[in-house]
T-cell receptor, first 115, second 113 residues
Framework: IAGITQAPTSQILAAGRRMTLRCTQDMRHNAMYWYRQDLGLGLRLIHYSNTAGTTGKGEVPDGYSVSRANTDDFPLTLASAVPSQTSVYFC??????????????FGPGTRLTVL | QKEVEQDPGPLSVPEGAIVSLNCTYSNSAFQYFMWYRQYSRKGPELLMYTYSSGNKEDGRFTAQVDKSSKYISLFIRDSQPSDSATYLCAMSPFSGGYNKLIFGAGTRLAVHP
């Protein structure tokens, strides 16, 4: 593994179903993020985690939950999917350090359709 | 009003043209500015990173920050079809430690041969 991997690549889901999007990074980055990307709205932060064991809410957290049991994994769960959660979901990570470490590295994305 | 405004385009230019992509922002606390490039059906990848005001050049790409006008630009010289992508600006008030990036909506660029 090199960088960030996400699974599945794409998914069609019936409304009301539960779904977990997986994200794994091998860069030993402390901070991880989940974004959704919608046309005309850009990337919006859903949840973040500064380090293993801690999480926080972003701009659009409703309907989503996350956990951070270890450094490498940061799954995003939709407890009961709704059509408005149809989007492309990106996981990102960022290392700890000085100037220049604000850069976030993104995974390839999960394309989710909720019907 | 959004914190970061970016014209969504699309912008279509001939190969070899100079491209100018821009973002404006409202939060004067932003100090770190980034440009990401996103190819179709891929994740964003970091293209340029600048701190505070000034210019930064990397090959055919130049990033420019004017904090007094709250305006940032990305210039692409001698544009190539391989530059066709969506370009997202992003910014943050902090370096290191905890931070959240604020993204523009992205500008779609098409460079045709």
């Amino acid at each position: 593994i090199a960088g960030i991997t996400q699974a599945p690549t794409s998914q069609i889901l019936a409304a009301g179903r539960r779904m977990t999007l997986r994200c794994t990074q091998d860069m030993r980055h402390n901070a991880m993020y989940w974004y959704r990307q919608d046309l005309g709205l850009g990337l919006r932060l859903i949840h973040y985690s500064n380090t293993a064991g801690t999480t926080g809410k972003g701009e659009v957290p409703d309907g989503y939950s996350v956990s951070r049991a270890n450094t490498d994994d940061f799954p995003l769960t939709l407890a009961s999917a709704v059509p408005s959660q149809t989007s492309v979901y990106f996981c990102a990570s960022r290392g700890r350090g000085g100037i220049g470490t604000d850069t976030q590295y993104f995974g390839p994305g999960t394309r989710l359709t909720v019907l | 009003q959004k914190e970061v405004e970016q014209d969504p385009g699309p912008l279509s230019v001939p190969e070899g043209a100079i491209v100018s992509l821009n973002c404006t922002y409202s939060n004067s606390a932003f100090q770190y500015f980034m440009w990401y490039r996103q190819y179709s059906r891929k994740g964003p990848e970091l293209l340029m990173y600048t701190y505070s005001s000034g210019n930064k050049e990397d090959g055919r790409f130049t990033a420019q920050v004017d904090k007094s006008s709250k305006y940032i630009s990305l210039f692409i010289r001698d544009s190539q079809p391989s530059d066709s992508a969506t370009y997202l600006c992003a910014m943050s008030p902090f370096s290191g430690g905890y931070n959240k990036l604020i993204f523009g909506a992205g500008t779609r660029l098409a460079v045709h041969p």
